[in-house]
């Protein structure tokens, strides 16, 4: 399955660093069309962005900017069906 992870932008910065998202890439998520990963299982993708993060991936920010953190899964159809990534 995939798991793709959106960084919301909250008046104008990020909620993680740049070495943060260095070290997401460096695992082999991708940064195309958002950043994603093939894992086995949802919890398993959550656990890794878990340990680089150090955030609450349900956190729900604040009322002008919404949640900092948005995830979504697929299976590797219905991601070959939306991304021109296979």
Request: glycine share 8%; hydrophobic share 30%.
């Amino acid at each position: 399955m995939i798991l793709q992870y959106y960084a919301n932008n909250s008046g104008g910065s990020y909620w993680h660093t740049e070495e943060q998202w260095q070290k997401l890439l460096a695992l082999g998520w991708r940064d195309d069309d958002g950043l994603w990963k093939r894992f086995d299982s949802e919890e398993q993708g959550m656990d890794e962005w878990r340990s680089i993060m150090d955030m609450d991936p349900d956190a729900e920010g604040c009322e002008c900017c919404g949640p900092p953190h948005s995830f979504y899964t697929f299976t590797d159809e219905e991601w070959q069906a939306t991304s021109a990534e296979p």
